[in-house]
């Protein structure tokens, strides 16, 4: 091939010399001319590896190169390729290679051919460029007579779906990425690896994928969450053995949980939190079950018992130093009263767990009057017991031990609408915009935050 380049260019310049001699001259170094440059064409083809029934090869803003049609689209078994124009991005023309396709609804096959239309498909970049597909789409006649759909549009079921933008692969490679990072993070990143996609197509995909089927789980955990914060909570079950999820319930309700759980029977172990309405529903659902603690519930029960444990016992161990420093009458003096009328606590448990909050604060209390009647100013007794300065004040300027008071219900404009606002609820009723709404023609009540409050 090489030395057909040079034997070309040799007789290129031999012409040249003879061109200003004769007119005879002439017309032959154009004769010669016109060879080379139809050799010079040839050897671009060939460099380039055109077909032969390929034409077109150099266009404005872009040129066509033949290639195996494997490089761009995984399977085009049943299409041809008639154009492919590489610039910016990368667009290939397809059409169908049958001359005939098969009604959507019968099946009956047809060829007569009542319009065409071109479709614009998204594919997976090539080298970091986007690809296009311009599809040739053709109407046919359907030839069934008692067929409900007389014209139809042909099917390809190997590279998109009827009325879809994307091909098949690239839905794939967008819900993947959707399961990983969401919708938001991962707009963002099909952005820089030229993948289309907003983050509302992202999360439509993943909501429309087909879940795997659950076997019978054996291993289950069971916890809440909110559909809106301490007003509307749903249920969320998981295989802990294959660590996935398994369903979703619309509340935690009894009846909804153990209803779920009559289904399962090859539940086994459940693991829960310290609700007592989910042991409630596993005991009427499961009762075969055996209900244990998840890690994290363990570990804040054995953080609250040793906290509440720990504040009683530094309280006493300091009350036993300071009976033995401090006079009778004095101790009389700092013996706080217990607040009468309290609300007795719903469980042993929360009565341990308040006794320790309040004797540890009576064990600050009482450190904080003894630094004070050494000397020390707010700030250094703060600094060495752990709380504010305002708080000491206040301490301070009582005079004694200050008792955990009862918090008030701060008063609400729906309170003269109470009896109505029960009445509501006891009918069914837990739309708390349109409560606002029928309350707004009685009154002013506000915002609609109070139907929250």
Same mark, same amino acid.
């Given at each position: 091939?090489?030395?057909?380049?040079?034997?070309?260019?040799?007789?290129?310049?031999?012409?040249?010399?003879?061109?200003?001699?004769?007119?005879?001259?002439?017309?032959?170094?154009?004769?010669?001319?016109?060879?080379?440059?139809?050799?010079?064409?040839?050897?671009?083809?060939?460099?380039?590896?055109?077909?032969?029934?390929?034409?077109?090869?150099?266009?404005?803003?872009?040129?066509?190169?033949?290639?195996?049609?494997?490089?761009?689209?995984?399977?085009?078994?049943?299409?041809?390729?008639?154009?492919?124009?590489?610039?910016?991005?990368?667009?290939?023309?397809?059409?169908?290679?049958?001359?005939?396709?098969?009604?959507?609804?019968?099946?009956?096959?047809?060829?007569?051919?009542?319009?065409?239309?071109?479709?614009?498909?998204?594919?997976?970049?090539?080298?970091?460029?986007?690809?296009?597909?311009?599809?040739?789409?053709?109407?046919?006649?359907?030839?069934?007579?008692?067929?409900?759909?007389?014209?139809?549009?042909?099917?390809?079921?190997?590279?998109?779906?009827?009325?879809?933008?994307?091909?098949?692969? #690239?839905?794939?490679?967008?819900?993947?990425?959707?399961?990983?990072?969401?919708?938001?993070?991962?707009?963002?990143?099909?952005?820089?690896?030229?993948?289309?996609?907003?983050?509302?197509?992202?999360?439509?995909?993943?909501?429309?994928?087909?879940?795997?089927?659950?076997?019978?789980?054996?291993?289950?955990?069971?916890?809440?969450?909110?559909?809106?914060?301490?007003?509307?909570?749903?249920? #969320?079950?998981?295989?802990?053995?294959?660590?996935?999820?398994?369903?979703?319930?619309?509340?935690?309700?009894?009846?909804?949980?153990?209803?779920?759980?009559?289904?399962?029977?090859?539940?086994?172990?459940?693991?829960?939190?310290?609700?007592?309405?989910?042991?409630?529903?596993?005991?009427?659902?499961?009762?075969?079950?055996?209900?244990?603690?998840?890690?994290?519930?363990?570990?804040?029960?054995?953080?609250?018992?040793?906290?509440?444990?720990?504040?009683?016992?530094?309280?006493?161990?300091?009350?036993?130093?300071?009976?033995?420093?401090?006079?009778?009458?004095?101790?009389?003096?700092?013996?706080?009263?217990?607040?009468?009328?309290?609300?007795?606590?719903?469980?042993?448990?929360?009565?341990?767990?308040?006794?320790?909050?309040?004797?540890?604060?009576?064990?600050?209390?009482?450190?904080?009057?003894?630094?004070?009647?050494?000397?020390?100013?707010?700030?250094?007794?703060?600094?060495?017991?752990?709380?504010?300065?305002?708080?000491?004040h206040r301490w301070l300027a009582s005079g004694s031990f200050p008792e955990?008071?009862?918090?008030?219900?701060?008063?609400?404009?729906?309170?003269?609408?109470?009896?109505?606002?029960?009445?509501?609820?006891?009918?069914?009723?837990?739309?708390?915009?349109?409560?606002?709404?029928? #309350?707004?023609?009685?009154?002013?009540?506000?915002?609609?935050?109070?139907?929250?409050?």
């Open positions: 091939m090489s030395g057909g380049v040079e034997a070309l260019f040799v007789t290129f310049q031999q012409a040249a010399n003879l061109l200003a001699q004769s007119t005879t001259q002439r017309s032959v170094f154009c004769l010669l001319l016109a060879v080379m440059l139809c050799f010079s064409r040839r050897l671009a083809a060939a460099k380039c590896g055109r077909l032969k029934n390929k034409t077109n090869f150099f266009e404005q803003d872009s040129f066509l190169i033949s290639f195996e049609p494997m490089t761009i689209l995984p399977d085009l078994s049943d299409l041809v390729i008639e154009q492919v124009s590489i610039s910016n991005d990368v667009t290939v023309t397809v059409r169908a290679a049958s001359p005939t396709a098969p009604c959507p609804c019968c099946g009956t096959s047809s060829k007569r051919v009542q319009s065409r239309y071109t479709r614009a498909l998204r594919d997976l970049p090539a080298s970091g460029r986007p690809v296009h597909l311009v599809l040739q789409v053709r109407r046919f006649f359907c030839e069934e007579n008692t067929c409900v759909r007389k014209i139809f549009a042909e099917r390809f079921p190997a590279l998109t779906l009827p009325r879809v933008k994307f091909t098949l692969r #690239l839905q794939e490679a967008l819900r993947e990425v959707g399961f990983a990072l969401g919708g938001e993070a991962g707009a963002r990143l099909g952005k820089q690896l030229s993948i289309p996609g907003s983050p509302d197509t992202l999360l439509r995909l993943v909501k429309g994928a087909d879940l795997p089927a659950a076997a019978s789980p054996r291993v289950v955990g069971i916890d809440d969450w909110s559909w809106k914060r301490r007003l509307r909570y749903g249920t #969320l079950i998981c295989d802990l053995e294959n660590n996935t999820p398994i369903d979703v319930l619309p509340d935690r309700e009894v009846e909804t949980v153990s209803a779920w759980f009559e289904k399962h029977p090859t539940v086994e172990i459940v693991s829960r939190d310290r609700s007592s309405q989910y042991a409630a529903a596993i005991r009427k659902g499961a009762p075969q079950a055996l209900q244990v603690a998840d890690l994290w519930h363990i570990g804040k029960n054995l953080a609250d018992s040793v906290s509440a444990l720990l504040a009683r016992c530094r309280a006493e161990i300091r009350r036993g130093l300071h009976v033995q420093a401090e006079p009778s009458q004095e101790r009389e003096e700092m013996e706080p009263v217990p607040e009468e009328g309290r609300r007795p606590a719903r469980s042993r448990s929360v009565e341990l767990a308040r006794e320790g909050r309040r004797a540890q604060k009576l064990d600050r209390y009482t450190q904080v009057v003894e630094l004070h009647r050494r000397g020390l100013r707010a700030a250094g007794i703060a600094s060495r017991v752990g709380i504010g300065e305002r708080t000491i955990a008071r009862r918090r008030r219900r701060r008063p609400s404009l729906i309170d003269p609408y109470e009896r109505y606002v029960r009445e509501w609820w006891h009918e069914g009723n837990r739309n708390g915009l349109q409560l606002y709404r029928e #309350l707004t023609t009685r009154g002013d009540i506000g915002s609609s935050k109070a139907m929250y409050n």
